[in-house]
């Protein structure tokens, strides 16, 4: 996928989100930036390890997170950081007690950019034209998942609840390798995610 | 439905042990990855003594070509007599951890020792430090019996024609090095390929038309069979085509008279 067709995507997501953001926050913010949650994730293909922080739209159903990830080095990357900007969807709740609930699915799709001498967005000047149909620097990811979540009865800390979740995601580069060829299917281009999200008292509460 | 809520996670979680992490599309995350494969089947095949008849296999350009590769494979496995496979180049498309990983599971079902060179896929973003790793140096050579195996990094394309690739002075080296009666020579991509870095293409002709050992060269690349051993009298020169035209080349060496078949699976 070139570059082009991400920042399309780019810029009709952060308008989707900006429209949001202006129009779809339940509660009476006293600054709309404050974030509604955060999260500390172990892989993803975004970091090692990344932080975020993310805001909520539309009674939960929908959340934007921006992601700050980091990889040593030595995992092939002079510029040991890379940003993400993903989108959640979280059609359905479910109460399984009164501290406990789950959000059986979630999906959406993320955004993730690195940088490095050997990563660039546009073909380098010694080759012709098209010569290779993609750029390295953007990578466009798909997930599904699910979250456990936990109400803090704790009012001392500085979030309602904390949710663990599990990601099952994969990119446009894997899903154009298994498309011409039986060899490759889901279980081969699929990776796993997991991580924890704490939502702040500012924000919507889960469930009541 | 709430009981199918608690048993969804922790079925996937079952399903979890079956995928691994991936901290970025394009990481070099060695644990992951086999080491020295080149090395290896090297030592593999110079604990076979050699005889005075050579039979190889060139394959090339399996990139992303995952079922084709895989019956290539299985034809390869029927051929009793090979004493060596050598992939020309490409067996990546994006020069991602994962493809290297999943060709890598192909090619391993060969039995005979496969050596594998670097083609200009393979080397994108971290590619190189993929393949340094997993298969060795992207130029190297060895001896065994009278022959003598030169495999050269000619992916200019990717260092910018700088005028370091391929590595001229390293070459020359090793083509007048060596005892050895017969030498093949190697390359992604070769001399009369337009990618070829042309400031290079005529010193690098004549610096391998120098030596009359040169009893077989072979590159990859165009993804079509071409055989350029009319411009090359005594020396079987050919072009490789892709695992997609389901054909490779077998090659027989007897003495210094070479004879070439292009099999089709």
Known sequence: MNALYFKYILIITLCFDFNAHLFSRDHASFNSLVPDHSRVQYAGSMGMVSLSIGYQYWQHRLEMDLILGYIPKQYGFDIPFMFTLKQSIIPIKWKLSNAIYVQPLTFGFYINRVHGNRFYMQLPSQYPDGYYWWQNEVRFHVFIGFRLGKLELNQAMPFHSVEWFGEFHTNDLYICSSLNNSRLGLKDIMKFTTGLKFNFRSAYKPIH | ?????????????????????????????????????????????????????????????????????????????????????????????????????????????????????????????????????????????????????????????????????????????????????????????????????????????????????????????????????SLHPNTCFLQNACANTREYLKITLTGQHCTYERVVF
């Open chain 2, 1 to 229: 439905m709430k009981r199918l809520s608690i048993v969804t996670p922790i079925f996937l979680l079952g399903w979890l042990t079956a995928c691994d992490f991936e901290y970025h599309v394009n990481e070099v995350h060695k644990s992951m990855l086999p080491a020295n494969l080149n090395g290896n089947n090297l030592l593999r095949l110079q604990q076979q003594k050699a005889s005075d008849t050579l039979t190889l296999a060139f394959i090339g350009d399996t990139q992303g070509f995952y079922d084709d590769t895989r019956d290539m494979v299985g034809h390869l496995n029927t051929q009793p007599d090979l004493d060596l496979i050598i992939h020309l180049g490409d067996i990546t498309n994006f020069g991602i951890q994962e493809e290297y990983l999943w060709m890598n599971d192909i090619l391993s079902k060969l039995k005979a020792p496969l050596l594998v060179i670097a083609g200009n896929h393979d080397l994108l973003a971290n590619g190189e430090l993929i393949y340094d790793y997993m298969y060795g140096p992207t130029s190297f050579t060895f001896s065994w019996g009278k022959n003598r195996f030169i495999m050269v990094n000619t992916n200019s394309i990717e260092y910018g024609f700088d005028g370091s690739v391929p590595d001229m002075e390293w070459l020359t080296d090793q083509l007048a090095d060596t005892l050895a009666q017969r030498i093949i020579l190697c390359m992604h991509i070769g001399p009369y390929d337009e990618d070829f870095d042309p400031a290079m293409r005529d010193t690098f002709l004549s610096v391998i038309n120098q030596f009359p050992q040169l009893a077989i060269v072979a590159n990859a690349h165009r993804h079509y069979f071409q055989d350029f051993s």
